[in-house]
């Protein structure tokens, strides 16, 4: 069985930083593409980032990009989000997301597996 755990969320004031972490189990971590999602109180789950099987490509939304960093050691089988100059409006649940195949991808549905998620939040 497939499992992620998210790690590393809190609380911290605009302009801080935090790292995510996702550990994974159950299946060949290496071969498949890993996303990082969002969800904001009252609104529905958004896409961050995600990254391929091998970590060479990422693609990032256009609301985090040039201050998140997604990055992934396969042989930890961990996945991680380093998150940079942090505003009000990225605290949300982080979720990790596990694709069916190893193409990165900001569609939810190519996803089929979902951490628990992780607590963000961002004071001004």
């Known amino acids: 069985q497939v499992q992620l755990v998210e790690s590393g969320g809190g609380l911290v004031q605009a302009g801080g930083s935090l790292r995510l972490s996702c550990a994974a189990s159950?299946?060949?971590?290496?071969?498949?593409?890993m996303g990082w999602f969002r969800q904001a109180p009252g609104k529905v789950r958004e896409f961050v980032a995600t990254i391929n099987w091998r970590g060479r490509g990422t693609y990032y939304a256009d609301s985090v990009t040039g201050r998140f960093t997604i990055s992934r050691d396969n042989a930890k089988n961990t996945l991680y989000l380093q998150m940079n100059s942090l505003k009000p409006e990225d605290t949300a649940i982080y979720y990790c997301?596990?694709?069916?195949?190893?193409?990165?991808?900001?569609?939810?549905?190519?996803?089929?597996?979902w951490g628990q998620g992780t607590q963000v939040t961002v004071s001004s």
């Open positions: 159950g299946r060949t971590f290496s071969s498949y593409a």
């Open positions: 997301a596990g694709a069916r195949a190893a193409t990165m991808t900001s569609l939810e549905d190519a996803y089929n597996y």
